[in-house]
């Protein structure tokens, strides 16, 4: 209702008529609103929230009470092995005689970090090579978006793992791998949204003024072209997050015994008849996890939508 | 206006044209040859402190014009001088210069400002990119521009979408004046704005031109709009200019055949009038840009064309001091028939 | 009529006794939207005959096209919501009918135009076919005589070669050839009213001239009835019988085009006539712009609509919203003092009032 009362207020004073000097709104305030407005868009940032903050806190609670997530005893196998879902082990238990729910928590921390980084990774080459095509069209735009058409020409998750062979196993190189592969999207998503950007009068607007290149970049394109990264980039930490469980799927992810999602379903799939919960469980977790990020993207791409605001 | 002759002109266009290339991608410059004569061949001078009119149906290339002028576009031929200096030969410290001088009003209220920054932060980037003044001085001078355009001072932190569209408007004309030039190029100001709305800011770039002695090249599609406001006034089809006279000659006494039809075409908000009114509605619509008639560009639609206007170009000639206009048959029109009788 | 053979044609029945073609009466249409309720039609009034053309004038946001779409039934409910009013066409109530029974007046009874003759056509399908789809959807004609009918629509709305240009697509079309098109669809199935929503407004001039002497040429032809919307007072004074000015969602005026022009008695649209830039060949008169923006339609001014932006506004104006004030011959006005003779004196001079005081003055 105030939204409403501040607009009415400023159609309400004419041209000229001096009015007590409201607050006034920016664009990334009003859509900061605007998300809060969204259920689940808010839905899906408390998710993440729990996630990251259940991941971190993970040494302090969780290891006392459900035990380390990766060493096993093998004294004990026997009768804790397998053990379906009850009050001691929230989510059962695998073959080793592990909790899953610890293994899940642990495994979080794996999923975020790889999401995270390799989203970073492609989000900065993309920056760079999208800004390049963008901003100085002609031969780098041509070259740039014929090698990011190249890129995308190959099946993706097969050329994370040939890159993998290549460089290794290993957390670090899982970020590499999946952070450079994926910079040709976010190059073609911040063309796009420059080249249109571009075309908007105020860029002519301050060519007129003799503004300098510099300038017309770092003051109207670019705060003008970044929403549309801040969307795909959400949306694409949850996309890695899925390319890192299929590589662990694979066995070409992190190495084990370290948890993660990906490689705990691939565990689980020899005793998807007896024991369903050891793969059930860290399919939930991926499958929300990715939800929420796909979530929240879609609400920010609404609420960071300036055209919006003019109807 | 008498002693126009005597006085140096402010910006002299001479021979201007401008041709885009029919198709875009990689290889089409090399290999097309096919083009698009926006602009071709056009002439004009615009004195200090008058106010110029460029009028014309969509695609004419009035607005690519005043593009062209502000070297936003490159010209393909003909030269533009400002303040008696070709801006072809100028170095880039004497292009700033001129840009100090030479403003640009847009269209669109929504497009034209840069809805990230705050409406001070747009009134004084003219000044920040030419380094006048101190932050407070700027600021101060921000506030006074704002009140001169009748806008709230205390806006001066606000973004905006949080104005309408004539407000909008007026944040984009006190930019432009932010640096007192001494040449505006206004392209279709008021012609996304509602009736009453267009009023006002019509009244506020007179009332401006008054106070500053600006000079405007002022470009529109509405003849009404554009004869309110100017002092000579132009006309352009197909990328051609077809008259220039003053503004009371231009519509007492058109001499090219499109500019009493536009006039005659223009619906007059008075039903006696309009009824009894004589009106030529031309048949058809502008040929393409790309592949314009030969000889007089006009004669596919002309009402009174002859086998000489689809050979040779009617040459733009003075038919009166002042007053010159494409077409040959220029002179012996029976043109007060056709004017508006009021 | 093959799909409804039991439906009678409203088209063909007379109109009652007393009645007119179209009667809209004190329509109110609300949107209700998460940030309040948005008054877009606000008691809107009035009658039309065949053969006549109503003209409905107003700025962006006025409420004129909103209140075509729902005689349409083309708002989507909700967030649209009718408050109050009828619509009677033929004396049946237009609100009150099915969808089903909606579908065959659109464009079988009321056709409409629209502004953007770009986008109303679909650029997938060859110009015959969408010119004679009215008439295989109201009308059960088989795909050759559609074709054949749409040729000669073609001709009639004076489109050059029409055997031929039937098999093209939009794309091969000029705007103003567009709008043509976009008449003839309208035209095919012999509408009673033809609603035209700024259907020159995209256009430029040389171009709005030929539409709309084809508009007025079919109008004589089939008798139809024409609701021009338009923002531009010029085309109203060239078209209309009737005029309905309208502001922030509310008829602020109705009367015959010259009581609009010439007797004009409310400062809204004193406002507007003194706004338009004149075309002189004397002296330039300098415009007197209305103050001010028009309100939101989300929180409206209390009292009188237009008071806050009203030169003449008096505490009366602030508090109470004004009543019509209805002349014998119908014309309406809805301000407090548009009875006052007095009050009417401001009103702008127009080229009658003029001629008769230069007659004055002669004598």
């Known amino acids: ?311 | 206006m008498a002693d126009k002759n005597e006085r140096t002109p402010l910006l002299k266009v001479e021979h201007l044209s401008k041709e885009f290339p029919a198709e875009s991608g990689m290889f089409a410059k090399r290999f097309s040859k096919r083009v698009v004569s926006a602009v071709n061949d056009i002439s004009f001078e615009i004195y200090p402190g008058e106010t110029f009119g460029l009028v014309g149906e969509s695609g004419c290339g009035k607005s690519t014009t005043g593009r062209t002028i502000m070297r936003l576009t490159q010209p393909t031929a003909g030269k533009v001088f400002f303040q008696g200096k070709d801006v072809a030969e100028m170095s880039k410290h004497e292009i700033k210069d001129m840009r100090r001088e030479m403003q640009f009003i847009f269209q669109d209220p929504y497009a034209s400002l840069n809805p990230r920054m705050t409406i001070g932060e747009i009134v004084s980037e003219p000044m920040t990119i030419h380094g006048v003044g101190t932050k407070e001085e700027r600021i101060e001078r921000v506030r006074e521009l704002l009140d001169v355009v009748g806008l709230n001072p205390e806006h001066i932190n606000r973004y905006p979408h949080e104005f309408s569209g004539g407000q909008r408007q007026r944040v984009g004309i006190a930019r432009a004046f932010a640096l007192k030039p001494k040449l505006i190029i206004c392209d279709e100001p008021v012609s996304a704005l509602d009736v009453s709305i267009q009023a006002q800011v019509l009244n506020l770039l007179k009332e401006l031109q008054d106070k500053f002695g600006t000079a405007y090249l002022f470009i529109a599609h509405d003849l009404s709009v554009v004869q309110h406001i100017s002092d000579r006034v132009a006309v352009m089809y197909l990328g051609k200019m077809v008259e220039v006279s003053d503004w009371k000659t231009l519509y007492s006494e058109p001499h090219h055949p499109y500019t009493q039809s536009l006039l005659s075409a223009v619906p007059v908000p008075d039903p006696d009038i309009q009824k009894t009114r004589k009106r030529i509605i031309l048949a058809g619509d502008p040929p393409s840009p790309l592949d314009p008639p030969t000889g007089c560009r006009f004669h596919t639609r002309c009402p009174i064309a002859q086998g000489i206007c689809s050979e040779k170009l009617p040459e733009f000639k003075e038919v009166a001091p002042g007053h010159c206009c494409a077409c040959h048959f220029a002179e012996p029109f029976p043109i007060k028939e056709s004017h508006i009788d009021l | 009529m093959k799909k409804n053979k039991n439906y009678v044609d409203l088209k063909d029945q007379p109109v009652p006794e007393g009645q007119h073609l179209l009667e809209v009466d004190d329509l109110k249409m609300y949107f209700h939207t998460e940030d309040g309720v948005v008054r877009a039609v606000d008691g809107v009034s009035y009658t039309l005959d065949r053969g006549e053309t109503l003209g409905v004038v107003g700025e962006s946001g006025s409420g004129k096209s909103v209140t075509a779409m729902t005689i349409m039934g083309l708002i989507s409910m909700p967030p649209g919501k009718i408050e109050g009013g009828d619509v009677r066409y033929r004396g049946r109530s237009i609100l009150e009918m099915t969808e089903e029974e909606m579908q065959h007046i659109r464009g079988n009874d009321i056709a409409m135009i629209f502004q953007d003759p770009m986008t109303s056509l679909n650029p997938v399908y060859k110009i015959g076919k969408q010119v004679g789809e009215g008439l295989r959807l109201h009308r059960g004609y088989s795909k050759q005589e559609a074709l054949k009918r749409a040729t000669e629509l073609l001709d009639l709305v004076g489109i050059p070669e029409p055997e031929k240009r039937v098999n093209e697509y939009p794309h091969q079309f000029s705007g103003g050839m567009r709008q043509r098109v976009m008449i003839a669809m309208a035209l095919a199935c012999d509408p009673d009213i033809l609603i035209a929503d700024e259907p020159t407004t995209a256009l430029d001039v040389t171009i709005q001239a030929q539409i709309i002497e084809l508009m007025q040429e079919m109008q004589e032809k089939n008798g139809n009835a024409i609701i021009m919307i338009t923002h531009d007072l010029g085309v109203v004074a060239d078209m209309a019988d009737k005029i309905m000015v309208m502001y922030a969602g509310r008829p602020v005026e109705f009367g015959t085009a010259e009581e609009i022009f010439y007797e004009s008695r409310h400062p809204y649209t004193w406002g507007l006539i003194r706004s338009i830039p004149e075309q002189a060949i004397e002296e330039k008169k300098p415009l007197t712009p209305i103050h001010g923006n028009p309100p939101s339609l989300m929180n409206l001014p209390e009292g009188c609509v237009f008071s806050p932006r009203c030169p003449y506004a008096t505490d009366k104006c602030r508090k109470q919203r004004p009543e019509r004030v209805v002349t014998e011959s119908g014309h309406y006005s809805a301000c407090h003092y548009s009875g006052d003779p007095e009050f009417l004196k401001n009103a702008p001079a127009t080229s009658r009032t003029r001629k008769d005081s230069e007659k004055g003055g002669e004598a």
């Open chain 1, 1 to 311: 209702m105030q939204e409403t009362d501040s607009q009415s207020q400023e159609q309400a004073t004419a041209t000229k008529a001096a009015s007590a000097p409201a607050k006034s709104r920016t664009l990334w305030g009003d859509a900061f609103k605007r998300l809060r407005k969204n259920k689940l868009a808010v839905i899906g940032v408390c998710w993440i929230i729990i996630v990251v903050v259940v991941a971190l806190t993970a040494d302090l609670w969780a290891k006392p009470w459900l035990g380390s997530p990766t060493a096993s005893d093998s004294t004990t196998m026997a009768e804790t092995s397998l053990l379906a879902p009850c009050a001691e082990h929230p989510f059962g238990t695998d073959s080793l005689g592990r909790d899953i729910l610890v293994r899940v928590i642990y495994g979080a921390r794996v999923s975020l970090s790889v999401g995270i980084m390799a989203t970073a990774i492609s989000t900065v080459i993309g920056l760079v090579m999208g800004a390049l095509a963008g901003f100085y069209g002609g031969i780098w735009d041509t070259i740039i978006m014929r090698c990011a058409d190249i890129f995308l020409a190959f099946p993706y998750v097969l050329f994370v793992v040939a890159m993998i062979a290549v460089i290794g196993r290993g957390l670090q190189n899982v970020f590499i791998a999946i952070g450079i592969l994926g910079w040709p999207s976010i190059a073609r998503v911040f063309r796009s949204a420059i080249l249109t950007v571009k075309e908007n009068d105020y860029v002519d607007a301050a060519r007129a003024m003799g503004a300098p290149d510099a300038r017309i970049v770092v003051r109207h394109i670019f705060p003008n072209s970044v929403a549309s990264i801040v969307v795909y980039a959400t949306m694409n930490i949850g996309g890695a997050i899925l390319t890192e469980s299929a590589l662990s799927f694979l066995g070409m992810g992190v190495i084990p015994p370290t948890p993660s999602w990906g490689s705990m379903i691939q565990d689980g799939q020899q005793y998807l008849l007896t024991a369903p919960w050891m793969m059930i469980m860290p399919g939930l977790a991926i499958l929300s996890t990715v939800l929420a990020f796909t979530l929240l993207g879609d609400g920010l791409r609404d609420a960071l939508d300036v055209k919006m605001k003019d109807a």
